[in-house]
């Protein structure tokens, strides 16, 4: 995403904040009117977040291939741009609704003491769990941030490479897998001495992808590339290890026989 673009959807969100933080303080827009205005906006600034976040997944940053080098290892990290805005996007959200929380506090004291006991009892259980989710949200934002340029999703050595198990990345669920990258821990390993095949699928749509075949099972490698050369560096390494594995195969077969 272009830092233009960045910076028009923050100054959108921010500007839709200080909108509902004048509506909390005025007295012009009656109750319950206001509270039905700043739900209304509260919709519309988790729209402008999940477009944020999408774009961040889709865009194309000009930054370089990021990964470590080392003899038989490359370590392909998940880039340092997307990681942050992620995670300061799980920050600030939070931070908007504790604050929304504090305006709307003296108003739901005041429905306690006036409407019924099965209104007050669903306003209350809402709010708890409204709560407990956005301040999750916050802790594990404030995590995401700490390690946002050590989130490593491949890994690839002389004999092997390592990977996050979602074999559905391709799909529909794309979206959702791709979030899932920046906090999963365990990878699987697979050898290229194993029954693996490689092949590029490019589609202008929906972005190029690798499709990998192991042991019968076809699938698309999760990987959130920058641009389609870094994709390309990642397909060719692959598959000059899986040339390599295939030939220390074939080197092994007379010394059998």
Request: with cysteine; hydrophobic share 45%.
């Amino acid at each position: 995403m272009e830092h233009k673009k960045l910076i028009q959807f923050i100054a959108a969100i921010i500007g839709l904040a200080m909108i509902t933080m004048f509506i909390s303080m005025s007295n012009t827009i009656s109750y319950p009117f206001n509270i039905y205005l700043m739900i209304g906006i509260c919709v519309v600034m988790l729209l402008l977040v999940t477009k944020l976040i999408y774009d961040v997944f889709t865009a194309d940053p000009s930054v370089p291939v990021h990964y470590q080098d080392r003899p038989g290892r490359k370590t392909f990290f998940i880039s340092p741009y997307r990681s942050t805005t992620l995670s300061v996007v799980m920050i600030l959200f939070p931070l908007f609704f504790f604050y929304l929380f504090a305006q709307l506090f003296p108003v739901f004291i005041k429905d306690i003491q006036t409407e019924f006991v099965i209104k007050v009892i669903i306003i209350a259980v809402f709010s708890v769990i409204v709560l407990c989710a956005a301040f999750y949200c916050l802790l594990t934002g404030i995590k995401l941030f700490i390690r946002r340029k050590k989130i490593v999703q491949l890994i690839i050595d002389d004999d092997s490479f390592e990977f996050f198990p979602i074999y559905d990345f391709g799909s529909t669920t794309r979206s959702t897998n791709a979030v899932s990258m920046f906090f999963r821990k365990e990878m699987k390993k697979a050898y290229f001495t194993d029954q693996v095949r490689i092949e590029m699928v490019k589609d202008k749509w929906q972005g190029n992808k690798i499709r990998m075949y192991m042991e019968g099972v076809g699938f698309y490698l999760p990987y959130l590339y920058n641009d389609t050369n870094e994709l390309e560096e990642v397909y060719q390494t692959l598959q000059q290890r899986l040339q390599k594995g295939k030939q220390s195969i074939n080197d092994q077969l007379p010394k059998n026989r």
